[in-house]
């Protein structure tokens, strides 16, 4: 089965391609009779040239009730969630591998690379950032579900049911929000047992459905399953020989786990902070927090000067920032963070992330919606110091330009309900991106009218 290829007719022009595809999508979505009976289903598939892969697709969709209209990427993963089974899965460990295969190729072609897991859930997209916005507006984004049950025929969700990798052009599609993408999508699998684990998977215009992409995406997938069988052979050999393997070993092994239980600081939406770590959750103080985010933008430490100028906003404020870093660091001990506070510069022991800093990460790579869901108010609110004023206006007119300039509509108008209720520029440009007959263009005419009132 993994060494057919389910690739598209190579010697077709792709424009009438697609215009066949789109009469047959209407005609099986539109027509009942037309596969009432097997018979009925060879003579539709052959009169519309449809692949029977595609076909046999189609029809496990209609089977499932799986909606053609239907908005792909609802049921969207927690953040939380999200990012668990980052940390988890297998796949993280050999991403370098694909990026350095995929990656380049994907900026010089305009497409995006995808990793799901074995579920069809979409934990990692990277590439043409342009596309990566235009897909995430149509419901291709991180923790979204694209498997054949969520959305019906895609390549991801159907090379992971069929065990095989799989081309779909256009209105291959089942859902009709996809039809102007196409994609190629091939199955990873664990080395051991030979199961599923996930998809890779590249999507874009026409060129990411071409003949030349599916080798090279099925040559990633061989070089992230041999990646995968050396790190299983790797971890075979430290457990047997684990009191004499190398120091680097152990270094690198160590310094990789510090990095996942980095401790967490929560700022957004927040007063006083939340400081997470070991699974617990613990408050910080106005000014422990305030010093603790200057810090965690400054890894290479800050003279007493420059932090007390970014916490007090005063260039003589050492002798006020001298006691209080006493008192935090004895905190942090008693915490049992992993953290300490170290002086001349002051900096921190470890690296410490600051939720902040994630959602401006995740908006760098135009993920829109996971940016949105995190996002919770602005960074310590009732904090006047100037590390965490420029934070919080950073995070604020970032995520603001980006609404505006790249979110779909439902997110616009979930960030206008929610975050920018008297933001008329906000409101205008949702109004003039709504279709005609939409009714919620009742509800943003009006808040147009209030906020003008106002």
């Known amino acids: ?35 009432a009976d097997e018979e009925s289903r060879r003579f539709f598939a052959t009169q519309s040239e449809l692949r029977p892969v595609v076909l046999d697709s189609w029809l496990r969709a209609r089977h499932r009730a799986v909606d053609p209209n239907r908005a792909p990427g609802e049921g969207m993963l927690e953040l939380a969630e999200l990012e668990e089974l980052q940390r988890l899965h297998p796949i993280a460990r050999v991403l370098p591998v694909i990026n350095r295969l995929l990656l380049d190729e994907a900026t010089q072609s305009g497409f995006v690379v995808a990793i799901g897991d074995a579920a069809g859930r979409i934990l990692w997209i990277d590439g043409d950032r342009r596309l990566r916005s235009e897909a995430e507006n149509m419901g291709f984004a991180v923790g979204s579900d694209w498997s054949e049950d969520a959305v019906g025929t895609s390549a991801p969700g159907a090379a992971l049911l069929l065990d095989d990798s799989i081309q779909v052009l256009g209105a291959e599609h089942y859902n009709r929000a996809v039809h102007q993408w196409s994609c190629t999508a091939v199955p990873v699998h664990e080395p051991e047992t030979g199961s599923v684990i996930g998809v890779i998977d590249v999507t874009g215009n026409d060129v990411a459905a071409s003949p030349h992409i599916l080798p090279l995406v099925e040559a990633t997938r061989a070089a992230v399953e041999a990646e995968l069988k050396l ?4 971890a075979a050999l430290e457990r047997e020989h684990g009191s004499s393997r190398p120091k680097a070993i152990a270094r690198a092994a160590s310094q990789r786990v510090a990095r996942r239980a980095a401790p967490r600081l929560m700022l957004l939406g927040r007063d006083p902070a939340l400081l997470e770590h070991s699974g617990q959750f613990v408050q910080v103080s106005g000014r422990h927090a305030e010093i603790l985010a200057a810090l965690a933008q400054a890894p290479n430490g800050l003279s007493a000067a420059v932090l007390a100028e970014q916490v007090y906003g005063e260039d003589s404020a050492d002798r006020r920032l001298r006691p209080e870093v006493v008192r935090l660091r004895k905190w942090l001990a008693q915490q049992g963070s992993g953290l300490e506070l170290l002086s001349r ?21 135009g993920a829109h919606r996971l940016a949105l869901a995190a996002y919770e108010g602005p960074v310590l609110p009732g904090s006047d110091a100037p590390a965490v004023e420029q934070l919080r206006n950073e995070v604020d007119a970032t995520l603001r330009e980006s609404m505006l300039q790249a979110a779909s509509v439902e997110l616009l108008f979930e960030y206008a309900q929610n975050w920018a209720v008297n933001d008329a520029q906000v409101w205008e440009a949702l109004l003039h991106g709504l279709p005609p007959l939409s009714p919620k263009r009742t509800r943003v005419v009006a808040r147009l009218e209030a906020i003008a009132a106002e």
């Open 345 to 365: 510069p002051y900096r921190l022991s470890g690296p410490l992330r600051l939720d902040a800093t994630e959602t401006l990460e995740a908006l760098e790579r």
């Open 1 to 35: 089965m993994r060494n057919s290829r389910q690739a598209l007719h190579r010697g077709e022009s792709v424009r009438a391609r697609r215009l066949l595809l789109e009469r047959a999508h209407e005609r099986f979505i539109g027509d009942d009779s037309l596969i």
């Open 231 to 234: 790190n299983a052979m790797r």
